[in-house]
């Protein structure tokens, strides 16, 4: 689903990389979690992934589509919700979300059944015509996960996708995630919170200073020890 070879990134003149030679896979039907400390390249990898950033060097693929060859083609496979849920103030929920149906050219009896499923499931089908701007955090979180899922990409690129979340809507959030790869789709999310990660990943990358540093499963993480923590291991790993 995602083919990343040889990808760096470096945002000045010093040489330093935000993402040093990154190579890995992301394979359809498994939920992958992306770790690492802040600044460790997390967000400029996911950036890069969906095609806001443009690598120094090196490719990433998405379902076969060159990102950077063939956008277009590309990002139609892709549900992205970023770390900070910026989002237009001046308009309302259901707006938005037409607006986003446009851009992905969902067709309208489908559309309205997807919004109609997101807006209860999240409890805004009431907000759904006040302006984005009188929402919460959390309701304007929501709002951008609707809209990121409503052309039912094959792949969802979540950055802290449960930040400001409560936690019934973070639940079913995590279940909206198992139930899409079990169909044979993907998701590549980043998390702070471990514990999430541990039980919820089929596999595991962590990135500290650009370079990623371990990757596998938890099995694989933990090298035998089938008692140690992904907390733990994530420790050992970033302090060394």
């Given at each position: 689903m995602?083919?990343?070879?040889?990808?760096?990134?470096?945002?000045?003149?010093s040489?330093?990389?935000?993402v040093d030679n990154l190579n890995f896979h992301v394979r359809p039907g498994e939920i992958f979690g992306f770790l690492g400390p802040n600044g460790a390249g997390k967000t400029t990898t996911i950036k890069?992934?969906?095609?806001?950033?443009?690598?120094?060097?090196?490719?990433?693929?998405?379902?076969?589509?060159?990102n950077q060859k063939q956008p277009i083609e590309a990002k139609r496979n892709i549900g992205y919700v970023p770390d900070n849920p910026e989002v237009y103030d001046r308009i309302t929920g259901i707006e938005y979300l037409n607006f986003l149906g446009d851009v992905y050219q969902v067709p309208p009896d489908i559309r309205k059944e997807r919004i109609r499923y997101f807006l209860e499931m999240f409890d805004l089908t009431d907000a759904?015509?006040?302006?984005?701007?009188?929402?919460?955090?959390?309701?304007?979180?929501?709002?951008?996960?609707?809209?990121?899922?409503?052309h039912d990409p094959a792949l969802w690129v979540l950055d802290e996708p449960m930040v400001g979340l409560d936690?019934?809507?973070?639940?079913?959030?995590?279940?909206?995630?198992?139930?899409?790869?079990?169909k044979g789709n993907t998701v590549f999310f980043s998390t702070h919170i471990l514990e999430v990660a541990e039980k919820l990943c089929d596999r595991i990358g962590i990135i500290h200073k650009g370079k990623l540093i371990a990757i596998g499963t938890m099995e694989e993480l933990r090298k035998g020890d089938n008692i140690e923590s992904l907390e733990n291991i994530f420790l050992e790993l970033t302090e060394q």
């Open positions: 995602i083919n990343i070879k040889g990808v760096s990134k470096s945002y000045n003149k040489g330093i990389k935000a890069m992934i969906v095609g806001l950033l443009n690598p120094d060097e090196g490719s990433i693929t998405i379902k076969g589509f060159d759904a015509s006040d302006l984005i701007k009188s929402y919460s955090h959390g309701m304007k979180q929501k709002i951008i996960i609707t809209g990121a899922l409503l936690p019934k809507s973070s639940h079913l959030l995590k279940e909206l995630m198992r139930k899409h790869c079990e």
